[in-house]
């Protein structure tokens, strides 16, 4: 079974800058997750779908940060404009639902100049 | 809010040494918690759970057990291997209450010499 597929692996821009970063979840997970993960930190989440639905985006930074999830599949989580402190690594996580286990793929690893 | 605290790294043991590192919880209601790794250069993987007060996860040779009590979820490993050298994130989750969202700790390194 293929695993999360996340793309691109690393990237580097300046800020005020846009990026957006894809993910692939595993074939029939209805869940999708985006945690942010700052150097020396545990991942946090930034927003989490059901289908296409957005479940949790609570501590999603709107003013420019964004996300979709059409027709229930893949993702793309999108900032614009980059700020210094977005250096991070994105990791995108499916589950079969809410209640089962989460499983990550490799994340973005995401520099800002 | 949800909250975990992890004791800090990095842990540095020798092969064989017996493995402890620390793992407490605020939640306000009954969350499964959880221990996930991450090797060098690879994704989040999960290691073990436990979903309920006085459960024992395993696997791999490492335990966890859920003290409500406490409020706490110790990781322990009874040998430890070089291979075991990875960054380990105690997590909880309030499935019914609040999605299934993950609140991780912080993180702790482990480095294993030989």
């Known amino acids: 079974e293929a695993g999360v597929a996340q793309s691109p692996r690393y990237k580097i821009i300046e800020k005020r800058q846009s990026v957006a970063f894809w993910c692939n979840p595993i074939?029939?997970?209805?869940?999708l997750y985006w945690y942010q993960q700052i150097l020396g930190q545990g991942p946090k989440l930034l927003i989490q779908f059901q289908n296409n639905g957005v479940v949790d985006d609570s501590q999603l930074p709107k003013d420019r940060f964004s996300a979709e999830r059409l027709k229930g599949v893949d993702s793309t989580l999108k900032i614009q404009p980059a700020k210094l402190e977005d250096s991070a690594v994105y990791l995108c996580a499916s589950s079969y639902d809410r209640r089962n286990e989460q499983f990550f793929g490799p994340g973005t690893r995401l520099t800002v100049l | 809010g949800d909250s975990v605290t992890q004791m800090e790294g990095p842990v540095t043991l020798s092969e064989e040494a017996f493995l402890t590192i620390n793992c407490t919880y605020t939640a306000t209601g009954y969350p499964s918690l959880f221990w996930y790794v991450q090797y060098p250069g690879e994704g989040l993987q999960l290691l073990l759970k436990a979903t309920k007060a006085d459960d024992k996860g395993s696997n791999k040779g490492f335990e966890a057990t859920y003290r409500k009590e406490t409020t706490s979820f110790h990781l322990e490993k009874g040998s430890v291997q070089v291979s075991d050298s990875a960054v380990y994130f105690c997590?909880?989750?309030?499935?019914?209450?609040?999605?299934?969202?993950?609140?991780f700790g912080q993180g702790t390194e482990l480095s294993v010499k030989p």
């Open positions: 997590a909880l989750s309030d499935i019914l209450g609040k999605g299934g969202k993950l609140i």
């Open positions: 074939s029939g997970h209805a869940t």
